[in-house]
């Protein structure tokens, strides 16, 4: 009976923890391998779902992410190079957001990264047009673009950072946050502004002003946090981006900076992640940063939330996201908060299972404001990854009425592949 009793209760474990269905969507190893995987459900058809991965590759599929096609895209005015950001207008437009390479020779050629592009889609994701072409400024570097829409106006809205020479060691050279939008539905772009006080260096590490991501607020507000120097930094919007504060707002610490190093991953980050709750909850318009560091030591890397209720103006102390021990790693977050449900998804690679590099991943949910998390594992199965091969800077996840889709990178021996996981929550 002991027997019996012992192999149910195991049963039970393993019920309580069962798996999502995990969909390969693309692992063809022709030049780079896919990684940096962007995605966005289509709140226009929810069952047409998009993805990206670098350097130029389109991901669609036509039944909620069962199957996918992929395809490449291509601008022959702007080229593409990778940092794919898929963003959807409540019409159902979807935009492919990316880096530049106008000569076609990568980094042989110095216009590489000379500007941001837009390519829209109107046919959900099967025809792209040629794209325009954002913030071309001289020998300048435009890198790392997210993007967000305004369900009231249509209006888009784009942050990203300037290098005045990506990787110089001049101290003269410097980085800074800028911000575009177009109100054409991404035909057009306002001139660059920069929005940042807090400039940084150009060597892409911790003293480098990095990860902006906006989002849109209740009333066509414009958030956007990115770090620096050990801090998280905010500004905000109230009029579609004309102007912005006085002076940057610390939203929380940062210890360590977004850098982080974690065994067998060529290089990783945890660069803030900004949202807002656009639904009818009674959380509605508060803002959320999410973002990963090692405030508790080089051996324990965690997922960590803070939230405003008032607009940015004040923020909580940081809250911890994953629910394991001490001393594993959790990295690569990305947030998504379901503009229907007001529902926090946060996806994240995830090491608490193991004592060596195995990585699963996992998904952290929260209905109740960002105040509690309940964490599950949504990989089917672990992989270790070799930290020899370019394993990207980010994985992402789109929520719509309880569509949720996860994407991430895999990387198995040397093999890179992306994949979503099956998700409905009510």
Known sequence: MKIIFASLLCLACLTLQAQYKNILID???DGYGPCEPSIVVNP???KNIVAGSI????HVSKNGGKTWTTQTLASKTHGVFGDPCLLADKEGNVYYFHLSDPSGKGWA???ILDRIVCQ???DEGKTWNDGAGIGQNGIKDQDKEWAATCPKTGNIYMTWTQFDIYGSKNIKDSTHILFSSSTDKGETWSLPARINQVGGDCIDDDKTVEGAVPCVGLNGEIYVAWAVNDKIYFDYSTDAGKTWQAQDIIATDNPEGWTIDIPNISRANGMPVTACDLSSSKHKGTVYINWSDQRNGKDDTDVWLVKSTNGGKEWTK???VNDDGAGKHQFFNWMAVDPTTGHIYIVFY???NYTDSQTDVWLATSTD???TFKNEKISETPFKPNGLTFFGDYNNISAYKGIVRPIWTRLDGTKLSVWTAIINKK
């Not at 350097?55 to 389109?58: F, K, P």
């Open 27 to 29: 692992d063809r190893q």
């Open 44 to 46: 226009k058809n929810p």
């Open 55 to 58: 350097l130029n590759r389109v």
């Open 109 to 111: 050629n110095p216009s």
């Open 120 to 122: 829209k889609s109107t």
């Open 318 to 320: 940081p809250k911890r």
């Open 350 to 352: 995830d090491r608490r």
């Open 369 to 371: 404001g960002g105040e």
